[in-house]
C-alpha cells in the first residue's frame, strides 16, 4: 500500500509554469506506475500523464501534451508534473494516483489517490 501527497499547486498567470510534486510513502513506490488526473468544477476527473514504473513509458493527455512533462524519482519516492504556459483551462484540482503493475490512462485503473492541490490560472 502507498500513500500520496501532493503539492504544488497555486495561483499563477497564463503563460506562467508550476511544477507539482507527489510524494509517496512505502518501499515499494518503484512497482508502482503514476499517473496525473485533474477535475475542474462541474466536471468529470480526467486523465493528465502517466509514468510507469521505470519512467520508460509516459502518456498525455492531447490538452497537455507538449506543454506538460511527467517525471519520476525513485529514489526519492517522488513523482513530478511541470506544467509549462498554462491557460486558465488548466484551471483544476490536481490528483497523482498510484497503481500496480502497469500504467494506465483511466482513473479507474488507480487504486491510490492523494488528496488533490488546485492549480489555479488566471487570464
Known amino acids: 500500500q502507498v500513500q500520496l501527497v501532493e503539492s504544488g499547486g497555486g495561483l499563477v498567470q497564463a503563460g506562467g509554469s508550476l511544477r507539482l510534486s507527489c510524494a509517496a510513502s512505502?518501499?515499494?513506490?518503484?512497482?508502482?506506475?503514476m499517473g496525473w488526473f485533474r477535475q475542474a468544477p462541474g466536471k468529470e476527473r480526467e486523465f493528465v500523464a502517466a509514468?510507469?514504473?521505470?519512467?520508460?513509458?509516459?502518456y498525455y493527455a492531447d490538452s497537455v501534451k507538449g506543454r506538460f512533462t511527467i517525471s519520476r524519482d525513485n529514489a526519492k519516492n517522488t513523482v513530478y508534473l511541470q506544467m509549462n504556459s498554462l491557460k486558465p483551462e488548466d484551471t483544476a484540482v490536481y490528483y497523482c494516483?498510484?497503481?500496480?503493475?502497469?500504467?494506465?490512462?483511466?482513473?479507474?485503473?488507480?487504486?491510490?489517490w492523494g488528496q488533490g492541490t488546485q492549480v489555479t490560472v488566471s487570464s
Open positions: 494516483a498510484g497503481k500496480i503493475p502497469t500504467i494506465a490512462t483511466i482513473a479507474s485503473g488507480y487504486d491510490y
Open positions: 512505502g518501499r515499494t513506490f518503484s512497482s508502482y506506475a
Open positions: 509514468i510507469n514504473w521505470s519512467g520508460g513509458r509516459i
